[in-house]
Nanobody, 134 residues
Framework: QVQLVESGGGLVQAGGSLRLSCAAS????????MGWFRQAPGKEREFVAS????????????HYADSVKGRFTISRDNAKNTLYLQMNSLKPEDTAVYYC???????????????????????WGQGTQVTVSS
């Protein structure tokens, strides 16, 4: 079981930027595909972005929801066991609790198609609140 802790949430004005971090435990972080999800008030949890597992000689592939494409960037630092979500050009509709998640098992998904459904992830953080004012 991978333990995840999100941080970096807060209040920001529309058009501003914020970077979320997700610290992961374990010695096999690089072998897990990772993802970001969010849940707005009164709405279901939705997919935001995901990134594939990687080894030292292989770059990660990424996938984004259409709603954040071009504005958000997911990345990882395997040496620090940390996942990131850089959020630019934030909109009020981005307001939500953001969760990071790890794949069910090491190398549990294909490199070029990181998981996009919440059922494909086995470990979840507790979430961090992001509020974008208009």
């Amino acid at each position: 079981q991978v333990q995840l802790v999100e941080s970096g949430g807060g209040l920001v004005q529309a058009g501003g930027s914020l970077r979320l971090s997700c610290a992961a435990s374990g010695r096999t972080f690089s072998s897990y595909a990772m993802g970001w999800f969010r849940q707005a008030p009164g709405k279901e949890r939705e997919f935001v972005a995901s990134i594939s597992w990687s080894i030292s000689s292989t770059a990660s592939s990424t996938h984004y929801a259409d709603s954040v494409k071009g504005r958000f960037t997911i990345s990882r630092d395997n040496a620090k066991n940390t996942l990131y979500l850089q959020m630019n050009s934030l909109k009020p509709e981005d307001t939500a609790v953001y969760y990071c998640a790890a794949d069910l098992v090491p190398y549990g998904s294909s490199w070029n198609h990181p998981p996009r459904d919440d059922t494909d992830f086995g470990s979840w953080g507790q979430g961090t609140q992001v509020t974008v004012s208009s």
